[in-house]
């Protein structure tokens, strides 16, 4: 950040400091209560600072923050925010303020920032949207910061409201003597109320064991559920609004052909699930079409594999396996609502997409990636595309299961789903409901106690043998 921007935020955050620490001090006398209602001024001490109307004409309605509307930038969002924050701290008892309203959900997350300010469309930015605008719909007021560097300035100032701080890397902060509350810095951000915005539920997915979090399990906040083995915290979002924004095309309105899932021509070959030559030969022995939308983008090399000589092998024959190329979304749902299936290949793994398929009613085939070849049934053994699906459901006929290479069985499963239309199917988890259920769960747990109930020996010396690991010196005396 600039020095005169730092110099702006830092007065007008004192300011805010200043004002809402008098208010606070002023303990049940509150001095605007008693202007704007001479009446009201015989309040318990236990009353809180906000002036809440005693009308019982008030709804929920009325409390409900307004419709969402983004400031020009993340700078303005946060002192707007703020400032709604105090009005309702310094309220005149006129308007009832959202009872969340004056807790702070702390979002510290370039990828959160990016896709609200900039239009980022990668998942873990249209992730941290959906928490972003659920958190603001629940009445809290959400603030972003890009990262860890102004997380704990803010910190500072609103450390009292702030429920969780949640971001990307948060060992950015937690090995920051500058950013972690410690007995050297006693203003700063308890680890207990750091969370890890983690997309995949494993570790060390994202940078280095020193960028997690040493707490582990619910302070690594997930999008996708991979089931109690893997303890972290399920956050998730909700694809209702955007599914019920769809309509649905009747069976009989639909092409006889398969939607292939698959940006990129390398998914066809790289770690596929089908020999590239399956879908000809269906198209043919079904009297059915394949579609994809894919591009072949020479950068792209899943898993750092590097493409072959000439280039990846197109597996377009015209008329039985057509190629749309690139599309954006609105495209991509409206030509995978004209199919009678969604054809996982294999990968991306966790793609959200299956459930845009199951509220379109389509169904997915989900491949079993990996399996033990001597054991092929055992599930524990699997590894399939979606393996939140494959745990949680729904089974046939919404979703079906094959095995990597068995073409009587892909062949079969296309068969049953083009002669079984469904029913738009939204998972129980995928709800909105749930979703804010989860997100309620998460700012109003006493993370503090939770955090006091772990190995406290444990922890800590994870955390400095993750530095030993490195060559380095943990020298924070954390304190929580
Ligand atoms: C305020 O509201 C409470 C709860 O609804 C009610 O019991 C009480 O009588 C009300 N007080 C006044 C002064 O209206
Ligand atoms: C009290 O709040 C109302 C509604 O928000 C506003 O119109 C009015 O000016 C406020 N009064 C004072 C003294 O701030
Ligand atoms: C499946 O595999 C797991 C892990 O190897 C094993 O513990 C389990 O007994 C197997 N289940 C069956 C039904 O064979």
Redesign the pocket.
Known sequence: MQPWRRLILLSIGLTFLLILSWVQFSGSVNPFAIIQNPTRSQQSPGDSDLDYDNDSTFTIDDVQPPKLELDDNVEHWNMHQLSEMYACAAGNGTRPCHPNREKIILLASGDTKFGLWYGWRRGESIWGEAMFREFYDLGYTVLVTEGWVEAPFLYKLYGPQIQIVVGERPGKCIYNPQCVKSTENPDGIPVWKIFDMNYFPKLDWFGTPTDATPLGGPWIATAVDNGPDYPYQYIGYSIEESCLAQTPLPASQRENRVYILMKELAFAHFATAWEPSYYARAATDLGIKFVAGYGDDPKFKPGGQDRPVGGWKDIEEPGKVDNLGGMGREDFLRELGKSRLLLGVGMPNWSPSPYDALCLGVPFLNPVRYFDQS?PD?Q??WETQHPEITRLGPGPPYVYTVHARDYEGFVAAIKKALATPIERYIAPHMKREAFRQRLINWAETDWKAKAEELDQVGWRKKAVDLHREKGETLNIDFVF
């Open positions: 054991d055992n524990t053994k």
